[in-house]
């Protein structure tokens, strides 16, 4: 199958390249490189540099690729960013979505793997979160994730696009190709990772007194691989619309089991500051994914914290400066 993957040289975008190519699909990128790293893409993918903002360069990309299905993980993705330049997440999430489903409108192409986001569903009334459950995002990147995801249901309704929307948690690992490299870099692993190779001063825990286990917030995490594994299920499947799935693990980590972890497979303390709890941060955020098991026969069978922190180490210790390591 022909793939058109939007952000291919992104962390995801790019294991789902490496993957894609993995399964023998002919595999094209459309990327700004806004945030992306050219170098996480390999020399036999063709990367159309546009931005998705931009109507008649995404609609020249597709047509001129013509794919079978398109991945769509392009986006602006930072909570306290969106919070504070909410137009940009509109702009690049929602335009951006509307650009490329005209272009896939306007060529033909019906398939469609929409990477979207816990972030959906706000703050939860129960937990685990299943897919039915309220979507009161509480952000606007959360909000703009959901607009795209109702901008699916009418144009499935109206011009027979076969979707499948991927909502997933905390994504963590590497492959030994492609890792994570962010600039700012948010994500808990990648930033006790940089701590203990000395690239921060200390790992900051924030809020000790939840109502959990060690009084740390719980997380459910995914790796990156497994998050792949699960787009390219779903791409499998379309000859009719999936709906949405969750993707996690459905128990979820803590922050200092986390610390535990990292301390384990480095062999080093990991410096850590105790500090208060941030506004907004829920006690405990973990997924139901029964039906990306049961639909798409997913089993995020790598997604233990020893194979995340451990792969995530692996290529961090490689790539002492991220993808520029590589020049």
Same mark, same amino acid.
């Given at each position: 199958?022909?793939?058109?993957?939007?952000?291919?040289?992104?962390y995801i975008g790019s294991v789902a390249v490496e993957r894609l190519q993995d399964?023998?699909?002919?595999?094209?990128?459309?990327?700004?490189?806004?945030?992306?790293?050219?170098?996480?893409?390999?020399?036999?993918?063709?990367?159309?540099?546009?931005?998705?903002?931009?109507?008649?360069?995404?609609?020249?990309?597709?047509?001129?690729?013509?794919?079978?299905?398109?991945?769509?993980?392009?986006?602006?993705?930072?909570?306290?960013?969106? $919070?504070?330049?909410?137009?940009?997440?509109?702009?690049?999430?929602? $335009?951006?979505?509307?650009?490329?489903?005209?272009?896939?409108?306007?060529?033909?192409?019906?398939?469609?793997? /929409?990477?979207?986001?816990?972030?959906?569903?706000?703050?939860?009334?129960?937990?685990?979160?299943?897919?039915?459950?309220?979507?009161?995002?509480?952000?606007?990147?959360?909000?703009?994730?959901?607009?795209?995801?109702?901008?699916?249901?009418?144009?499935?309704?109206?011009?027979?696009?076969?979707?499948?929307?991927?909502? /997933? /948690?905390?994504?963590?690992?590497?492959?030994?190709?492609?890792?994570?490299?962010?600039?700012?870099?948010?994500?808990?692993?990648?930033?006790?990772?940089?701590?203990?190779?000395?690239?921060?001063?200390?790992?900051?825990?924030?809020?000790?007194d939840y109502p959990t286990p060690d009084g740390t917030a719980i997380r459910d995490? $995914?790796?990156?691989?497994?998050?792949?594994?699960?787009?390219?299920?779903?791409?499998?499947?379309?000859?009719?619309?999936?709906?949405? /799935?969750?993707?996690?693990?459905?128990?979820?980590?803590?922050?200092?089991?986390?610390?535990?972890?990292?301390?384990?497979?480095?062999?080093?303390?990991?410096?850590?500051?105790?500090?208060?709890?941030?506004?907004?941060?829920?006690?405990?955020?973990?997924?139901?994914?029964?039906?990306?098991?049961?639909?798409?026969?997913?089993?995020?069978?790598?997604s233990t914290l020893d194979q995340m922190i451990g792969s995530a180490w692996e290529?961090?210790?490689?790539?002492?400066?991220?993808?520029?390591?590589?020049?």
């Amino acid at each position: 199958m022909r793939v058109l993957v939007t952000g291919g040289a992104g962390y995801i975008g790019s294991v789902a390249v490496e993957r894609l190519q993995d399964e023998s699909h002919d595999v094209a990128v459309l990327d700004s490189l806004w945030r992306g790293h050219p170098a996480a893409l390999p020399a036999d993918v063709h990367v159309h540099e546009a931005d998705l903002t931009d109507a008649a360069a995404v609609n020249a990309v597709v047509s001129t690729v013509a794919p079978d299905a398109v991945m769509h993980f392009a986006a602006a993705a930072l909570v306290g960013e969106s $919070v504070a330049d909410p137009a940009k997440y509109f702009a690049v999430n929602v $335009v951006g979505s509307h650009n490329l489903l005209s272009a896939m409108r306007a060529s033909g192409v019906s398939r469609f793997v /929409f990477s979207s986001t816990a972030a959906v569903y706000g703050t939860p009334t129960a937990l685990p979160i299943r897919e039915d459950a309220p979507k009161t995002p509480i952000n606007p990147y959360g909000r703009s994730k959901l607009m795209v995801e109702e901008m699916l249901e009418w144009h499935s309704a109206a011009y027979g696009l076969n979707y499948a929307i991927l909502r /997933f /948690f905390n994504v963590a690992g590497a492959t030994t190709i492609h890792g994570e490299d962010h600039d700012p870099e948010t994500h808990v692993i990648p930033v006790a990772l940089q701590t203990v190779l000395g690239q921060r001063d200390v790992f900051k825990i924030f809020g000790t007194d939840y109502p959990t286990p060690d009084g740390t917030a719980i997380r459910d995490y $995914v790796h990156v691989i497994d998050l792949a594994d699960a787009h390219l299920l779903a791409l499998e499947r379309l000859d009719r619309t999936l709906g949405a /799935f969750n993707l996690g693990t459905k128990e979820g980590f803590s922050v200092r089991q986390i610390v535990a972890a990292v301390e384990e497979v480095t062999g080093r303390i990991l410096p850590i500051q105790l500090d208060p709890r941030r506004e907004g941060d829920p006690p405990a955020l973990v997924a139901d994914a029964s039906r990306a098991r049961e639909v798409l026969g997913w089993n995020p069978h790598r997604s233990t914290l020893d194979q995340m922190i451990g792969s995530a180490w692996e290529w961090m210790r490689a790539h002492p400066k991220g993808y520029d390591s590589e020049s």
